[in-house]
């Protein structure tokens, strides 16, 4: 099953808001990372982050790496229309080659 | 530049056909991913390769199977298709561990409905 629990689910926001999305595992991850899916294409690497307590940004987007290694955020500031996608998050465990994903934020921004 | 290309993008199969979906990247990367996408399920890995002549289970490997027979190819196969292998298949690869610093990068996806 899903190591990752993402959340929230789904997020509708006006134009211009700020967004905020979160992962947690219990298990300990040496690498988070952040992807965009627009649709009918595949995902797409937003930001990556690898060490505990790292923030990151990539534009309007800044990702944290958790202290605990067991969590990570993004947010989006000033939202704009074309954000809209689902947002995943996804890790590597210490001990494995692969890359596991959470299930997905939905967002939709409203002009 | 192709990238990551999968084909077919659609197809419709009965219960009990068997098919095969192709990856190809292009960029020597060493590994590469098949992951199913399912609503409110994200993407969950199906079996993944390390490199040419390796494969590994992911987390749902159950009902397929898979080949990289050529480093640029990482095959999926469904033996006997089933209504639950209906999903969007999507296929990633990287040049190593995320972990290392590789980004690994997606093809289009695969719409796959058993009926």
């Known amino acids: 099953g899903q190591q990752l629990n993402q959340s929230p689910q789904s997020m509708f926001i006006q134009e211009g808001e700020d967004v905020s999305m979160n992962c947690t595992s219990s298990s300990i991850f040496n690498t988070w990372l952040w992807y965009k899916q627009d649709p009918g294409e595949g995902p797409v690497l937003l930001i990556a982050l690898y060490k505990a307590g790292e923030l990151t940004s990539n534009g309007r987007l800044t990702a944290q790496f958790g202290i605990t290694r067991k969590d990570s955020f993004l947010n989006i500031s000033a939202s704009i229309p074309s954000d809209v996608g689902i947002y995943f998050c996804?890790?590597?465990?210490?001990?494995?080659?692969?890359?596991?994903f959470g299930a997905g934020t939905r967002l939709t921004v409203k002009p | 530049n192709a990238g990551v290309t999968q084909t077919p993008k659609f197809r419709v199969l009965k219960t009990g056909q068997s098919m095969t979906l192709l990856c190809a990247q292009d960029?020597?990367?060493?590994?590469m991913y098949w992951y199913r996408q399912d609503p409110g399920m994200g993407l969950r890995l199906i079996h993944y390769?390390?490199?040419?002549?390796?494969?590994a289970k992911g987390e749902v490997p159950d009902g397929y199977n898979v080949s990289r027979l050529k480093k640029q190819n990482f095959l999926l196969g469904l033996e006997s298709a089933a209504p639950s292998q209906t999903s969007v298949y999507f296929c990633a690869s990287s040049y190593g561990r995320a972990s290392g610093g590789s980004e690994a990068f997606f093809g289009q996806g695969t719409r796959l409905t058993v009926v």
């Open positions: 996804a890790g590597q465990l210490l001990i494995r080659n692969d890359m596991r």
């Open positions: 390769s390390v490199g040419e002549g390796t494969t």
């Open positions: 960029m020597n990367h060493e590994y």
